[in-house]
């Protein structure tokens, strides 16, 4: 985002007043701000942001040269901490040295600072004046005195929901206003996904001030936040390596899409499609993730097909069939390596298969088929007969489970083919033009009604079928 919207601009300008009259108060002369602890809580806060700035920190412990390090979105227990220890003004403070000192993925980098400052800096100041007013400094004991558990809890507890409900606010505020969208889009998800983090940085908040105001002292207040700090870090280092599968992803995608022009969009249908069978089929969060890459990779087999013979005009000869049926183990090969794929890879190589066993590239029937490639061969045909190409205009999203259906058991798995039913009944479907033309050409020829055939007239890709001579009621995909 290299413009910064008008709105957007307000809303920075607000925000930044707004933080500096709640830090103002900590600098006026007889405020009597407790500044050893503001300072060492400030340092602290930015020192967490060291390893995301500074390479060579990252890789000392262990981490990759490039790419962001946990920074203050992933690690908020200093901040809690200071809420729970500190008056309201002087806690905002503690939030300005690591807002500023993290790391900023895109332009423009200073805005995106200054309201990152002001973000926390209003929120650290909220959720400590909900801590003042619940007595929480009392409560967290002095010296040898012990905290008074359990009450303690409860004040912790509304410092850190508050402290949540604030930065969604705020978050939502934001993409609403730079990224030109609806209220309810904007903030749609934030703050659940925003609870369970901060309930569990609260915590370590809690422990952190505790051990501050014990005759320990600052120091003992480390060893909970350098374990909390180690376990941020690793799940920052898992987000940013599921970053980088979705990056190997995208470009094999995008290398199909640029050799075969024709089908462009239809591996990201198809994995969309797969996954809304696996939910209905109720499979786990791990394996609808495994059956969405399987259906997005499904014909990176493409990839070693020639070029002309995915783009070629009118039917394909039988050698060029035998060369598009090659693609299922182009695929596998390509993918073999990629361990996150798991079986994915699979799915990948069998999901030409058929139920009856007349598909290929091993002929494999019934359950011999695995189930992620079962899955997917029904979100690749309702997908190759949904949509409108460049040579063929997309059927109703009713006729294609109709013909779904009617091939269910000899070419299709019928429990996935009900799950399909069942997911597009509840969520529905959205069709698209993938051909590169504007406009598309009525095609060669009206489909034949389904009827007798010496095979199952089933969906299945255009080339292979187009290869054999005319096929009733069959989608016309490429590969």
Do not use: N
């Amino acid at each position: 985002m290299m413009v910064v919207p008008r709105s957007a601009r307000v809303l920075i300008g607000c925000a930044l007043l707004a933080a500096a009259a709640s830090t103002l108060p900590a600098l006026l002369p007889g405020a009597h701000t407790p500044w050893r602890t503001v300072l060492l809580l400030a340092a602290l806060s930015a020192l967490c942001e060291l390893p995301a700035r500074h390479p060579r920190a990252a890789r000392a412990l262990g981490g990759p040269a490039e790419g962001p390090a946990p920074g203050p979105g992933s690690f908020f227990a200093v901040l809690l901490a200071a809420a729970l220890l500190l008056p309201p003004s002087a806690a905002a403070l503690t939030a300005l040295p690591g807002a500023l000192l993290a790391p900023v993925e895109r332009p423009p980098a200073a805005p995106r600072r200054a309201w990152r400052a002001a973000q926390l800096a209003l929120a650290v100041w909220a959720a400590a004046h909900v801590g003042q007013f619940l007595q929480c400094p009392g409560a967290l004991g002095r010296g040898p005195d012990t905290p008074d558990f359990p009450y303690v809890l409860l004040p912790t507890g509304a410092t850190a929901l508050t402290f949540c409900l604030v930065l969604t606010a705020l978050d939502g505020a934001i993409r609403a206003t730079a990224e030109q969208l609806p209220a309810r889009a904007a903030w749609r998800g934030l703050l659940g996904r925003s609870l369970a983090p901060h309930a569990v940085h609260g915590l370590a908040g809690l422990m952190t001030a505790v051990l501050w105001r014990s005759s320990y002292g600052p120091v003992a207040a480390l060893f909970v936040l350098l374990p909390m700090y180690i376990s941020c870090w690793g799940f920052a280092q898992y987000h940013r390596e599921r970053a980088a599968h979705q990056a190997t992803i995208r470009a094999l995608v995008q290398a199909v899409d640029i050799k075969d022009r024709y089908t462009r969009g239809h591996s990201e249908r198809v994995g969309r499609a797969s996954l809304l069978i696996a939910r209905e089929l109720g499979m786990d969060e791990p394996r609808l993730e495994v059956v969405r890459f399987a259906g997005i990779l499904h014909d990176v087999g493409k990839l070693g097909v020639p070029t002309r013979v995915l783009r070629k005009d009118g039917p394909l000869t039988p050698e060029e069939r035998r060369i598009i049926e090659l693609h299922p183990e182009y695929g596998h090969e390509m993918v073999r390596g990629i361990a996150f794929l798991g079986e994915a890879r699979t799915a990948i190589l069998h999901h030409h298969e058929r139920m009856d066993g007349s598909g290929y590239p091993y002929g494999l029937k019934g359950h011999q088929i695995p189930e992620y490639a079962r899955v997917v061969a029904v979100a690749d045909a309702f997908d190759a007969m949904t949509s409108t190409r460049s040579y063929s205009r997309a059927r109703p999203v009713g006729t294609a489970l109709a013909e779904l259906e009617r091939c269910a058991g000899s070419q299709f798995d019928p429990r996935m083919v009900a799950a399909l039913g069942r997911a597009l009944r509840r969520h529905g479907w959205q069709t698209e033009v993938t051909a590169d033309e504007t406009t598309v050409p009525a095609p060669r020829a009206p489909a034949a009604r389904p009827g007798p055939a010496p095979a199952p007239a089933a969906p299945a890709p255009g080339r292979e079928a187009r290869a054999a001579g005319p096929q009733p009621a069959r989608p016309q995909e490429r590969a």
